[in-house]
């Protein structure tokens, strides 16, 4: 590998934070993306912390002059970056006839457009090192969930763009996959509990009555996944979607 750089987005919080953490234990430097550079202090002062080097970008994942400008800083600031995580993600959940064209926009804009402008931005760098990982955030509800026609059409999009990134990149060392994970406690599924008016605490036992490892996930099960996909030594591993639910699922 010519360089240990990666880019995480939506790194601010939640599994892209401990997806930056993770890698920095690894042994990356880690630019860590997300809509505020300011929210991104607080990942980046704990991998300072533990001895690593990050740098905190600011920029919206789906606007490409800002994606073009974020990737050049990373390059230029900390090296050619060879390992992107597409994390950064927002849910606008509505049945269908409530749902807005806003909601829908919104999130296909963040997950499926924002991945590909990071993506399409990054290879070049990956194409030129003849080395690269990219591992996109799905999710379980890429298999259908009830208030999410947009934000499953944008998940199960993710994991038509892994296949056919895998397809295309593979001559240049350049592995892509992706991990649907299940119930993580985060910010975003608190936001999820809040809307639909139960406190996190049921809405999580809920969650863990349907798991068969019984304990919602953690950001870190994320994390550890992701390092196995960046790791140099799992280059005969690509355009796979990986199930991180502590259990099967379809
Ligand atoms: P989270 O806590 O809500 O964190 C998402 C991060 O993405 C936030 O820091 C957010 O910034 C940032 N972001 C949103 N829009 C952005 C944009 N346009 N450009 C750059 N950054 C942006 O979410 P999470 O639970 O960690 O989820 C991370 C990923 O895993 C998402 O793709 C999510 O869909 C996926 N996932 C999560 C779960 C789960 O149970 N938590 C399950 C399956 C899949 P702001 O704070 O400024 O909005």
């Not at 090296?79 to 995580?85: M, R, S």
């Amino acid at each position: 590998m010519t360089s240990r750089v990666a880019i995480v987005t939506g790194a601010a919080r939640g599994i892209g934070a401990a997806t930056a953490k993770r890698l920095a234990e690894d042994g990356f430097a880690v630019a860590v993306v997300d809509l505020d550079e300011g929210q991104c202090a607080g990942t980046v002062s704990a991998i300072e912390g533990a001895g690593g080097k990050a740098l905190a970008v600011g920029a919206d994942v789906s606007d490409a002059e800002q994606v073009r400008a974020a990737v050049d800083r990373v390059a230029t600031e900390l090296g050619a970056p060879t390992v992107l995580v597409n994390n950064a993600g927002v849910l606008r959940d509505n049945l269908l006839f409530k749902m807005s064209d806003d909601d829908w926009d919104t999130v296909l804009n963040v997950h499926l457009r924002g991945s590909f402008l990071m993506s399409r931005e990054v290879q070049k760098h990956m194409v030129e090192a003849k080395f690269g990982r990219i591992v996109n955030l799905s999710s379980t509800s890429a298999l259908g969930n009830r208030g999410q026609a947009n934000y499953s059409t944008a998940k199960a999009g993710l994991q038509g763009l892994t296949k056919t990134l895998a397809i295309e990149l593979g001559k240049f060392g350049i592995t892509a996959n992706a991990i649907a994970p299940g119930f993580i406690a985060t910010d975003m599924t608190k936001a999820t509990a809040e809307r639909v008016g139960v406190s996190f605490d049921e809405f999580s036992k809920a969650a863990v009555g349907g798991i068969p490892v019984g304990r919602p996930g953690a950001p870190e099960d994320i994390a550890n996944t992701v390092s196995f996909f960046v790791d140099e030594r799992s280059g005969f591993v690509s355009g796979q979607v990986i199930y991180v639910a502590g259990g099967p699922k379809a």
